[in-house]
């Protein structure tokens, strides 16, 4: 469930450092949730990381939450 795991503000990495490689991002970069979408289940995440435009409607499987 995407409600227990993340929420607007929460720091995130990616989880698949392929992806982040091909985005041209740092695979280490820390982001954060600045929007959620959907309901659970069917929900995306837009996540924001410093010096790169908003990643939008991206499925939270992609990112791990950072405690």
Do not use: C, K, N
């Amino acid at each position: 469930m995407l409600s227990a795991t993340m929420l607007p503000g929460d720091q995130v990495v990616f989880d698949r450092l392929d992806l982040a490689e091909a985005l041209g991002i740092w695979r280490h970069a820390r982001g954060r949730v600045i929007g959620i979408h959907g309901q659970a289940g069917r929900a995306t995440i837009d996540v924001q990381f410093d010096g790169h435009e908003t990643l939008q409607s991206y499925l939270p499987d992609l990112f791990r939450r950072i405690p």
